[in-house]
């Protein structure tokens, strides 16, 4: 059975984007389409600002990209001989609070200690936040210029200074068209398609309804997390499962369930 993941592969040490590899156990055949391309932003402010860990109480990291943003502005600005004597062990004595494993592993690659990570979304990450011990400094949020506001509002009302900055934004992906395209008329109408991010949603769906036609309401919509399932409502689309947690075991598990027409996630 097709399934059809809109966003880009990311290799295991097997070679392998560990999402095919899951579902592939349960015998479905998945595809990746990226919907979404980065561009950075602000970059030699962020070095100013890690420059300096001791104006700020500890780190958030929500996405990939921000910690990409990190290693970029360090490699730009010359700052990776800084980083490996000095700064990482200063910021390393402060908490670094991430979302999601695949940004603690590429937090944990540039040197630092995550904490948080299984909070899988924004909303469970500022529960696990508000309940540490808060420092009176900032904790510097690098984002993206669309992050939702769940997070910052609940530091917030608990008094928790936070600092954002937007390092990235998000934009089309130049090939959606052509690789949807492609795939629709190489593999046909899949029997499930999951969204990644609300932007995800926001470039792809117009296509999918274009190229799915009479067979659109026969998908199964599975969405990776709770702001991608609200965005999916928002547009008035049936979202027939979200993954417990943004990790390929769990959308693995919730697209198998939701496959099995006596079943429901």
């Known amino acids: 059975m097709k399934v059809l993941l809109l966003k880009d592969a990311k290799d295991d040490d097997s070679g392998q984007d560990p999402y095919i590899q899951e579902l592939g156990l349960y015998g479905l055949e998945a595809t990746l389409i990226p919907v979404l391309s980065f ?93 540490r011990p808060s420092s009176p400094l900032p904790l510097l949020f690098p984002c993206g210029t669309i992050k939702g506001d769940t997070l910052p509002k609940m530091l917030k009302d ?40 609300p932007s995800g949603l926001k470039y792809s769906l117009e296509h999918i309804q274009t190229l799915s036609g009479g067979g659109f309401d026969q998908i199964k919509f599975v969405a990776i997390g709770p702001s991608t399932t609200r965005a999916m409502a928002a547009k008035g689309l049936p979202v027939s499962c979200t993954a417990e947690s943004p990790t390929p075991q769990a959308l693995a598990d919730g697209i198998r369930k939701v496959l099995q027409p006596t079943s429901c996630c």
């Open 39 to 131: 561009e950075f932003l602000s970059l030699s402010s962020l070095s100013e600002k890690l420059s300096h860990p001791e104006g700020f109480g500890g780190l958030i990291f929500t996405s990939p990209r921000a910690v990409e943003a990190v290693k970029l502005c360090l490699e730009k600005d010359n700052k990776t001989e800084d980083w490996e004597k000095s700064l990482k062990s200063r910021w390393n004595a402060k908490s670094v609070y991430v979302v999601g494993n695949a940004t603690a592993s590429l937090v944990n690659k540039i040197g630092l200690d995550a904490e948080g990570a299984h909070s899988g979304n924004a909303e469970k990450l500022a529960e696990y936040i508000c309940s």
């Open 158 to 197: 608990k008094g928790i200074p936070m600092e954002s900055m937007h390092v990235y934004q998000t934009i089309p992906h130049p090939g959606i068209q052509g690789n949807l395209e492609s795939y629709y008329e190489n593999q046909g109408i899949p029997a499930s398609i999951t969204f990644f991010s």
